[in-house]
């Protein structure tokens, strides 16, 4: 796979940052605009096989104290958007426990290796959503080693592209839905009887909530509920101190685009549609995280935080 056009990709995104999330930059240009070539992997895809790779923050993420001795559950916290998050949290001082699938080991070993470096203790928890017996105790589980809870962010997502309804299955739809929304409700409930007051719940919903793809309907019906939940959970919640906020972001580059998350010969132009011109880089989510899961968001309520590129939304 690896053409010149790949290898000048990789280097960009692989080398130390000269930069960091702090520093005064241009955005059109903090990342170039990648042409990732066509390529598949199996679901649930792997960071550690994506041509260009990915930014999760390793060398371009600078921590500033944000969160410090917090302890928090981050689920997908293995590739994309919740490595990027994880390896935030533990750079901000906290304590990190991932949530991933078996398959996904080696991403999250890295990931794991990456909070350990920043001398925090990191729990990795491997399961699969669908299994109810998994969503019921992972939370428990994170709080048992981690010696409490007080942050939670629901971040696993399932998307596969379909272009049709009459090829889209039961099956698909039924797995998308227990993934992305009800999985939330059941880890949620979990975590809300160990999270003292002045947590907080994050979820990741997406631009697919009010600006559908054609090809993803299944998908985003599930990110529409979850803005739902979201803002209804807030209010719920909030009379006990825990506050509950959601990130929708928009195209970012990460494992869920190239294992059938978009139809394969639309990935070289990936983002490019946005005001900005690019897709975005999963550590470019991280601050959003930070500042909802930190107390200085103390009178943020059911909020979803849009990261996407600048392309309008309600
Ligand atoms: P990703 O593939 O890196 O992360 C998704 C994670 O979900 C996987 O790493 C996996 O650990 C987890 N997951 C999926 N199915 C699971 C299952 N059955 N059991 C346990 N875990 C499972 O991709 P990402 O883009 O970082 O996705 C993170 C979140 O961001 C998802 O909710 C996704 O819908 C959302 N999102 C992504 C984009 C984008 O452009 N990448 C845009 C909007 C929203
Ligand atoms: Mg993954």
């Known amino acids: 796979m690896a053409n010149d056009q790949t290898t000048s990709q990789d280097s960009a995104m692989d080398q130390p940052s000269r930069t960091d999330q702090l520093v005064f930059q241009d955005p059109v240009s903090r990342y170039p605009v990648i042409e990732p070539p066509e390529q598949q992997q199996s679901e649930p895809g792997l960071d550690a096989d994506m041509y260009p790779h990915a930014d999760i923050g390793e060398h371009s993420y600078r921590g500033t104290g944000r969160l410090t001795d917090r302890k928090a559950l981050v689920t997908g916290g293995d590739s994309g958007i919740g490595a990027a998050v994880a390896v935030a949290f533990a750079r901000e001082g906290a304590d990190v426990a991932i949530s991933y699938l078996p398959a996904e080991e080696e991403d999250a070993q890295r990931v794991i290796s990456i909070i350990e470096s920043c001398g925090r203790k990191a729990v990795a928890l491997p399961g699969d959503l669908t299994d109810d017996a998994y969503t019921g105790e992972v939370a ?23 272009e049709s309804i009459e090829e889209l299955s039961d099956e698909q739809v039924e797995e998308t839905f227990k993934v992305n929304i009800q999985a939330m409700f059941r880890i949620t409930r979990q975590a809300v009887k160990l999270m003292p007051a002045g947590s907080t719940i994050i979820n990741t919903t997406s631009i697919q909530a009010y600006n559908p793809s ?45 294992s059938h998350g978009q139809p394969i010969e639309a990935l070289p132009d990936f983002g490019k549609q946005t005001p900005l011109g690019r897709a975005g880089q999963p550590t470019e989510l991280a601050p959003a995280y930070v500042f909802l899961a930190s107390s200085e968001s103390s009178y943020v309520l059911g909020e979803t935080l849009n990261v996407n590129g600048g392309t309008p939304s309600p």
């Open 140 to 162: 428990q589980q994170a709080a048992a080693a981690l010696g409490g809870l007080d942050i939670l962010v629901n971040n696993a997502g399932k998307q596969v592209a379909v």
């Open 214 to 258: 054609p090809t993803l309907v299944d998908y985003a019906s599930t990110k529409a509920a979850i803005n739902t939940f979201t803002k209804g959970l807030a209010q719920q919640l909030a009379p006990r101190g825990i506050r509950v906020n959601a990130v929708a972001p928009g195209p970012i580059w990460t494992p869920l685009q190239p």
